[in-house]
């Protein structure tokens, strides 16, 4: 069972559209991160979130940290092609503790 | 390009073996992560050095070691090596013991035979 809860776990969309991932857990956490994956590479750093109810926007990514910082949530607005990879969110329990990976949304944008 | 290298990029040998996967961190930075990759499992934390020592531990078997030298490079041991130890291995970085942000370098792929 993982700590953080992804959904959904696959995404298909076409070029232009908005979509959502969402990152669950009934823990509460420090900080959360964002990061993109993309094949055959490591997961490279898009965002932190650390005060409950914050909303970060990077171009046309928005997150957001929940109010009680147990979830979060990635918004991307006219998906283009290049947003493919695995968005992976990751939470920091306690300030100096690991970091735990959620399962990963894999999204796929179709020109 | 995070600045964090990982050698080699792929590596390939039999059952029963033991690798050695290294790491340089970004500039500056003193903790070192190492993470397991694979198919089933997700990104799963091994284990965690901050300048010189041991930090923190995850899932990391007995098989399996790692240490971080003087030079804040790091080294992740793999010994008797079975099928399923198959998978990306990643090393991360970040500046201190906040494990919050952390840089990725480009993995090494181990398939074991």
């Known amino acids: 069972t993982q700590l953080l809860e992804q959904s959904p776990q696959f995404l298909s969309i076409q070029e232009g559209e908005n979509l959502t991932v969402y990152c669950n857990s009934s823990?509460?956490?420090?900080?959360l991160q964002w990061y993109r994956q993309e094949p055959g590479e490591g997961p490279v750093l898009l965002v932190t979130?650390?005060?409950?109810?914050e909303v970060k926007k990077l171009k046309r990514l928005t997150f957001q940290f929940g109010d009680a910082r147990k979830d979060s949530s990635l918004h991307i607005t006219a998906a283009q092609p290049g947003d493919t990879g695995l968005y992976l969110c990751a939470g920091e329990e306690a300030a100096g503790n690991k970091l735990t990976f959620g399962g990963g949304t894999r999204v796929l944008v179709k020109p | 390009d995070s600045g964090v290298t990982q050698t080699p990029k792929h590596l390939i040998t039999a059952t029963g073996q033991r690798v050695t996967l290294r790491c340089s961190p970004r500039s500056g930075d003193l903790s070192v992560y190492w993470y397991q990759q694979s198919l089933d499992q997700g990104l799963q934390f091994l284990i965690q050095y901050y300048n010189g020592e041991e930090r923190a531990k995850g899932n990391i078997l007995e098989r399996f070691s790692a240490q971080q030298f003087p030079d804040l490079h790091s080294e992740l041991n793999l010994s008797s090596l079975e099928l399923g130890d198959s998978a990306l291995y990643f090393c991360?970085?970040?500046?201190?013991?906040?494990?919050?942000?952390?840089?990725f370098g480009p993995g090494t792929r181990l398939t074991v035979l």
């Open positions: 979130v650390v005060t409950g109810g």
């Open positions: 823990s509460v956490f420090s900080s």
């Open positions: 991360a970085s970040s500046v201190g013991l906040d494990t919050g942000e952390q840089f």
